[in-house]
């Protein structure tokens, strides 16, 4: 069977790919809710959400895959990798990546950045924007029996500091380093639509 084959049989994907694929669809549901069909900014929520979720943790993983992790499970994986070639050892049982916050504060952090290849610059207000959008985006992934009005004027400032996130992000190595050229691109195109935005 040769790769044309299993690309029929798989839809894969990954931190870096999901990123780029959630900007473009940002930028075209944040188009739509700014040109007046506002039940479309819960879609854009989510995407932008996504996309800068699947950045971080694309550009903290580091060559051992493991950054994004909380620091119990990096001593756990790091001491299999060391124990591996030894012993018949098994890997850890998860993979779970650390919550929205710990991710943001983790990129800023000047001690990641030999894996990152920089830093994430973020002011207090940018910061507290994309938590924000964080909540939302938890709002609408844990769908409640009730109606929910969202107020509208804030949204575009939430969306330029995600804009910024995701143009430093991309900037980087590690994201770069997993996509194609024309996938930057098509990101960046994206991202710079929804940072150009004036306030209305």
């Known amino acids: 069977m040769d790769s044309n084959e299993l690309d029929n049989l798989?839809?894969?994907?990954?931190?870096?790919?999901?990123?780029?694929?959630?900007?473009?669809r940002a930028a075209a549901e944040f188009r739509a809710a700014q040109s007046g069909e506002a039940e479309r900014w819960f879609f854009a929520i989510t995407d932008m959400h996504q996309?800068?979720?699947?950045?971080?943790?694309?550009?903290?993983?580091?060559?051992?895959?493991?950054?994004?992790?909380?620091?119990?499970l990096q001593k756990e994986w790091m001491d299999y990798f060391e124990a591996r070639n030894s012993t018949n050892v098994d890997p850890p049982?998860?993979?779970?990546?650390?919550?929205?916050?710990?991710?943001?504060?983790?990129?800023?952090?000047?001690?990641?950045v030999h894996d990152m290849q920089g830093t994430l610059a973020l002011?207090?207000?940018?910061k507290?924007?994309?938590?924000?959008?964080?909540?939302?985006?938890?709002?609408?992934?844990?769908?409640?029996?009730?109606?929910?009005?969202?107020e509208i004027a804030g949204l575009p400032r939430i969306f330029r500091a995600a804009?910024?996130?995701?143009?430093?992000?991309?900037?980087?190595?590690?994201?770069?380093?997993?996509?194609?050229?024309?996938?930057?691109?098509?990101?960046?195109?994206?991202?710079?639509?929804?940072?150009n935005t004036q306030e209305r």
Not at 123 to 126: H, K, R, S
Request: charged share 25%; aromatic share 4%; glycine share 6%.
């Open 123 to 126: 002011t207090v207000d940018e």
């Open 128 to 150: 507290r924007d994309l938590l924000r959008l964080n909540d939302f985006r938890n709002d609408l992934a844990h769908v409640k029996p009730r109606g929910w009005s969202l």
């Open 163 to 195: 804009a910024k996130a995701l143009e430093q992000l991309f900037d980087m190595p590690p994201l770069r380093l997993h996509l194609e050229e024309t996938q930057i691109e098509r990101a960046e195109r994206a991202i710079e639509a929804i940072a």
């Open 10 to 24: 798989y839809a894969r994907t990954s931190p870096a790919l999901l990123a780029m694929h959630a900007c473009e």
């Open 93 to 112: 049982a998860g993979d779970r990546v650390i919550t929205f916050g710990e991710l943001l504060d983790r990129a800023g952090d000047a001690t990641n």
């Open 51 to 72: 996309a800068v979720t699947a950045a971080l943790v694309e550009t903290l993983s580091g060559t051992a895959g493991i950054g994004a992790l909380p620091k119990k």
